[in-house]
């Protein structure tokens, strides 16, 4: 990195890109449910079906996802901020008064977000100071709603651009 790199001013630069939140989750080796909340998810490749997400290699959780056979992606709903917030936080039960559903290998599927993916852990790559996980989509859901939306450093909701056609 140059000297005269700002990492602050580039992680304010990157705030500018508006992504979904999501809460990924997995099932420990020991039985206990784990998740956090990531905004780097992303769609791969439709043949086959692969999605990607980072986490940081410091993370207290990176061992049981990179040996999880499954991982799951809810993609949140505008009124599951709270979630977002609770999945962010470094507390003992993140599951805490959350509502499950348990899906492939046990892996928690949080109720009421707009879409579950049910993935098949299929390779981690270096990524500097993350791990990039890949996973193969074995099942997934939509339900209606608007997604929750993070951008500029706060927590956003979908609207309609006015000067398109519906």
């Not at 998810?41 to 990176?62: G, I, K, Q």
């Not at 991982?71 to 999945?87: D, I, P």
């Not at 996973?135 to 006015?162: I, T």
Request: aromatic share 10%; glycine share 10%; charged share 20%.
């Amino acid at each position: 990195m140059s000297a005269g790199f700002d990492q602050q001013d580039f992680r304010r630069a990157l705030g500018q890109f508006a992504t979904g939140v999501t809460v990924v989750t997995t099932r420990a080796k020991d039985g206990r449910p784990v998740g956090l909340t990531v905004n780097s998810f992303s769609s791969l490749s439709l043949e086959p079906p692969l999605v990607l997400w980072s986490l940081a290699r410091n993370a207290h959780c990176r061992e049981d996802f990179t040996h999880a056979s499954h991982f799951g992606v809810n993609v949140l709903a505008a009124n599951q901020h709270h979630l977002s917030q609770q999945f962010a936080q470094t507390i003992p039960d993140k599951f805490a008064g959350v509502d499950c559903t348990d899906g492939t290998a046990g892996v928690p599927l949080l109720k009421g977000a707009v879409a579950h993916f049910l993935c098949r852990n299929v390779k981690q790559y270096d990524g500097g100071d993350h791990v990039i996980f890949i996973g193969e989509v074995e099942d997934y859901k939509r339900f209606a709603g608007e997604p929750l939306v993070f951008c500029a450093g706060r927590y956003c909701v979908v609207a309609r651009h006015p000067e398109l056609p519906d």
